[in-house]
């Protein structure tokens, strides 16, 4: 993983700049196999461009694909996915100002 501090706001901890999973997927898993990405994509059943677009976080990690590493390689599928939720979740949290909603307000009862 690269940096994984943590910092305390409010009430939850939270990752600064978490990892996409296909930038940990090849070095962890293809690389440590010594795989390139087409052997990889042929252990996994999955097309290269497929893999290719995952490993080079062009693509969210889905959870077939997160199956498909867990049954190949035994990397834990919900570590995966998890992995995949922290990345999409700072992803989005970066966008935070540009999303314009106000808290609703309900009406007081008449």
């Not at 252990?43 to 990690?61: F, G, I």
């Amino acid at each position: 993983f690269r940096s994984m501090k943590t910092i305390t706001e409010g009430k939850a901890m939270r990752m600064l700049k978490p990892v996409h999973p296909g930038h940990f997927l090849r070095s962890e898993v293809i690389e440590a196999h010594h795989l390139s990405v087409t052997e990889a994509a042929k252990v996994l059943r999955v097309s290269r461009p497929t893999l290719s677009s995952l490993l080079n976080a062009k693509a969210d990690l889905s959870g077939d694909m997160a199956l498909r590493f867990e049954k190949a390689f035994g990397v834990d599928m919900e570590t995966l996915m998890r992995m995949q939720n922290s990345y999409d979740i700072t992803q989005t949290r970066s966008r935070a100002k540009d999303i314009r909603v106000q808290r609703y307000q309900p009406r007081p009862a008449a």
